[in-house]
């Protein structure tokens, strides 16, 4: 099993906290998207806080119809009342699945009030489809059509093999420790990173340029236990 990492940051546009459909709907674009590689729409849930309560038997889908469902609204209605915080805003989904193919979405906002950026993780396990260069270069670019990225990164990684007498040399040993991808929304020159990256050029839909996205890798897959991979990918992560 591999599991795909990504994270990107982007400024908030949002002078205080939008309300809870608000930001559901925010993620529309992103998760239509995702429905195209497996993961329906309607296969989203709202993790409660207190699920397995009387209050919360179950966690609630959080769309149908393509809009917000009470259900999910009342949940981060609630969790913002025990949060109690007007600063950020941390909204979880996730596809329904613990041991099989799904994936987990985390998209937590901030506000220009208190200078908070805002930021999106998206993790995936078992989906081949989303470990492949081309599906991320075109994810990347979509994500930053919907928003102003200041950094995406991308790492793929494998779990330690407890079972097998041995472990795979400690692999990705911190999150995104190391990355196969990076996205700047700069123009990068190769004579600017280390190794023989792949410098991919990200446009915008009427064909202005918006960043560069840098491969450590330059193969259809990453591959976690290829020492030589890891090695190039350790050195992307560590350079600014």
């Not at 097998?164 to 004579?191: C, F, K, Q, T």
């Not at 202005?208 to 050195?235: I, K, W, Y």
Request: glycine residues 6%.
């Amino acid at each position: 099993m591999k599991t795909m990492d990504l994270e990107l940051s982007y400024p908030s546009p949002h002078a205080t906290l939008p309300g809870v459909a608000d930001h559901l709907r925010q993620l529309l674009p992103l998760l239509d998207w995702l429905a195209l590689q497996g993961l329906a729409v309607e296969n989203w849930y709202a993790p409660a806080a207190e699920a397995g309560s009387p209050e919360y038997p179950a966690c609630p889908p959080a769309f149908a119809g393509h809009a917000p469902t009470a259900a999910a609204i009342a949940v981060l209605h609630d969790e913002d009342a025990m949060r109690d915080d007007d600063r950020l805003r941390p909204l979880a989904l996730w596809s329904g699945e613990e041991d099989g193919a799904g994936a987990f979405l985390l998209h937590t906002l901030g506000t220009q009030r208190y200078g908070e950026p805002c930021h999106l993780l998206l993790q995936s396990q078992f989906l081949p489809q989303l470990e492949q260069q081309d599906t991320l270069l075109a994810l990347v670019s979509a994500l930053v059509q919907w928003w102003p990225a200041s950094r995406v990164e991308i790492g793929i990684s494998s779990p330690q093999e407890e079972d097998a007498g041995h472990d795979e040399n400690a692999l990705l040993d911190d999150p995104l420790g190391a990355i196969w991808m990076r996205y700047l929304p700069r123009v990068i020159d190769a004579s600017e990173v280390p190794g023989s990256n792949r410098l991919h050029a990200v446009h915008a839909a009427d064909g202005s340029r918006l960043g560069t996205l840098v491969l450590a890798v330059d193969t259809d897959r990453f591959d976690p236990a290829n020492e030589a991979h890891r090695q190039a990918a350790r050195e992307l992560a560590a350079w600014q």
